[in-house]
T-cell receptor, first 114, second 110 residues
Framework: NAGVTQTPKFQVLKTGQSMTLQCAQDMNHEYMSWYRQDPGMGLRLIHYSVGAGITDQGEVPNGYNVSRSTTEDFPLRLLSAAPSQTSVYFC?????????????FGPGTRLTVT | GENVEQHPSTLSVQEGDSAVIKCTYSDSASNYFPWYKQELGKGPQLIIDIRSNVGEKKDQRIAVTLNKTAKHFSLHITETQPEDSAVYFCAAESDYKLSFGAGTTVTVRA
C-alpha cells in the first residue's frame, strides 16, 4: 500500500491564481480530511469527508473547496490564492467515519503564495 | 468548538530523562484524545491515544493520562532517546472533528 499520497510536494502561486492539491489513499478509508499547518498554530481542519459524496466544513474553510466523488480521492481547491494561504497542507484518512480513530497523514504540500 | 491548549511549546531534556507535555481542552463532550509525533519534513504519526473511559494508557516508554473532570491530559516519555526528538501534538475529538494543540518541539540532548 502507498498509504496517503499528496501532490505536488511544493508549489508557488501568485495572488489570485487557482490550483488543486491532490490527495489519494489506497486503504479504502471512509474518512478523509485536509489540514493546514502554520507555525505556532498546530494543525487546523479545513474540510473533511465521511464518505464519497459527503463533505463538510472544518475550522478554517474560507477560500477552499473540496469534493469527494470516489472513496480514494479528496482534492482541495484554492479558488483565488492569497498570501494568507501560504502554509503546509496535510491530507489524512481514517478507516472509520468518525474522527476518533487513527488518522494516517500524507507527506504534505508546502504552498507559497506571493 | 473545541479549544485545545498545549504546554510547553519547547522542551529540552537530557538523554535518559523524562519528558512531560500537558494539554487542556474545552468541550466536555470530547471522548477521544490522540497524540501525534511529527518528524522533520513528514506528516504527523499517531503514537498513542486514550478514550474517556480510561484514565491511563502505556505503550513501552510512552504513557498518557487523562483527567476528564479537570479536562486535561498529558503525555509522558520515559528514558528519552535521540530519536524522540520531534514535534508532538495533542488533539481532542469533538463532533466528527479533531482539534489539535499548537505543538511541542522536544529536543533530546546527548
Amino acid at each position: 500500500n502507498a498509504g496517503v499520497t499528496q501532490t505536488p510536494k511544493f508549489q508557488v502561486l501568485k495572488t489570485g491564481q487557482s490550483m488543486t492539491l491532490q490527495c489519494a489513499q489506497d486503504m479504502n478509508h471512509e474518512y478523509m480530511s485536509w489540514y493546514r499547518q502554520d507555525p505556532g498554530m498546530g494543525l487546523r481542519l479545513i474540510h473533511y469527508s465521511v464518505g464519497a459524496g459527503i463533505t463538510d466544513q472544518g475550522e478554517v474553510p474560507n477560500g477552499y473547496n473540496v469534493s469527494r466523488s470516489t472513496t480514494e480521492d479528496f482534492p482541495l481547491r484554492l479558488l483565488s490564492a492569497a498570501p494568507s494561504q501560504t502554509s503546509v497542507y496535510f491530507c489524512a484518512s481514517s478507516y472509520s467515519t468518525l474522527a476518533s480513530y487513527e488518522q494516517y497523514f500524507g507527506p504534505g504540500t508546502r504552498l507559497t503564495v506571493t | 468548538g473545541e479549544n485545545v491548549e498545549q504546554h510547553p511549546s519547547t522542551l529540552s531534556v537530557q538523554e535518559g530523562d523524562s519528558a512531560v507535555i500537558k494539554c487542556t481542552y474545552s468541550d466536555s463532550a470530547s471522548n477521544y484524545f490522540p497524540w501525534y509525533k511529527q518528524e522533520l519534513g513528514k506528516g504527523p504519526q499517531l503514537i498513542i491515544d486514550i478514550r474517556s473511559n480510561v484514565g491511563e494508557k502505556k505503550d513501552q516508554r510512552i504513557a498518557v493520562t487523562l483527567n476528564k473532570t479537570a479536562k486535561h491530559f498529558s503525555l509522558h516519555i520515559t528514558e528519552t532517546q535521540p530519536e524522540d526528538s520531534a514535534v508532538y501534538f495533542c488533539a481532542a475529538e469533538s463532533d466528527y472533528k479533531l482539534s489539535f494543540g499548537a505543538g511541542t518541539t522536544v529536543t533530546v540532548r546527548a
